[in-house]
């Protein structure tokens, strides 16, 4: 795919949708980490039911170490390994206090090294809590980047490293929000809906129809 073409690609996903927001519903940095660590595996509707009651009780570093596993698992039990989910975020609570004042870093080492925490986690904090142009590889982004041919990989890593270098950087800080969402709700897995596309006509995938 060559530079023109993605470049139309991200302007029109950007006329659709200037500024696109994640779909998860939290207000601060630490909410946001919880959010998106709960979101691994389960839907963003799934995640927003469970931390409205969650975040209620606790929203704190602090506060989730005040509960402990035990006491944060009936909160967060409707959502898929709900068990592992629960020990790492104590664990990374408990992390934060120690070793950052009860603050989210803003650096990626730095989130990587929390328990339960990954690259996709982290580029996501940067972006969505910090503004960083990260951007984060769901199954969304993955799928839509080969399929379209805008920035093709055999794994997340390789997909994020082609996007990084082939998005135009006026596009970075919202390139991710807008892959996942056309992926989400246009190119989906099974039977994408390229006669709502607004890309069709950009779009390399030799199956669309």
């Given at each position: 795919m060559n530079p023109a073409k993605r470049?139309?690609?991200?302007?029109?996903?950007?006329?659709?949708?200037?500024?696109?927001?994640?779909?998860?519903?939290?207000?601060?940095?630490?909410?946001?980490?919880?959010?998106?660590?709960?979101?691994?595996?389960?839907t963003d509707k799934g995640v927003n039911k469970a931390t409205a009651k969650l975040f209620r009780v606790a929203n704190t570093p602090q506060a989730f170490v005040g509960l402990g596993v035990d006491g944060l698992i009936p909160y967060v039990s409707s959502i898929g390994l709900y068990n592992t989910k629960a020990k790492n975020l104590v664990a990374l609570s408990q992390a934060l206090i120690d070793g950052h004042g009860g603050q989210v870093p803003r650096e990626r080492d730095?989130?990587?090294?929390?328990?339960?925490?990954?690259?996709?986690?982290?580029?996501?904090?940067?972006?969505?809590?910090?503004?960083e142009p990260t951007i984060a590889v769901d199954t969304h982004v993955f799928r839509v980047a080969n399929r379209t041919r805008l920035a093709p990989g055999k794994d997340p890593l390789a997909v994020e490293r082609a996007l990084v270098k082939f998005t135009p950087e006026e596009f970075r800080l919202h390139a991710h929000h807008w892959l996942i969402l056309h992926g989400r709700y246009t190119c989906v897995a099974r039977k994408p809906k390229c006669g709502q596309c607004i890309i069709f006509d950009l779009c390399e995938w030799p199956d669309k129809g």
């Amino acid at each position: 795919m060559n530079p023109a073409k993605r470049r139309a690609i991200f302007e029109r996903l950007r006329a659709a949708d200037p500024e696109p927001r994640p779909e998860l519903e939290f207000d601060t940095p630490f909410e946001l980490l919880v959010a998106v660590v709960l979101s691994a595996q389960a839907t963003d509707k799934g995640v927003n039911k469970a931390t409205a009651k969650l975040f209620r009780v606790a929203n704190t570093p602090q506060a989730f170490v005040g509960l402990g596993v035990d006491g944060l698992i009936p909160y967060v039990s409707s959502i898929g390994l709900y068990n592992t989910k629960a020990k790492n975020l104590v664990a990374l609570s408990q992390a934060l206090i120690d070793g950052h004042g009860g603050q989210v870093p803003r650096e990626r080492d730095a989130l990587e090294r929390l328990p339960g925490v990954g690259r996709k986690t982290a580029n996501v904090v940067l972006n969505v809590a910090f503004g960083e142009p990260t951007i984060a590889v769901d199954t969304h982004v993955f799928r839509v980047a080969n399929r379209t041919r805008l920035a093709p990989g055999k794994d997340p890593l390789a997909v994020e490293r082609a996007l990084v270098k082939f998005t135009p950087e006026e596009f970075r800080l919202h390139a991710h929000h807008w892959l996942i969402l056309h992926g989400r709700y246009t190119c989906v897995a099974r039977k994408p809906k390229c006669g709502q596309c607004i890309i069709f006509d950009l779009c390399e995938w030799p199956d669309k129809g």
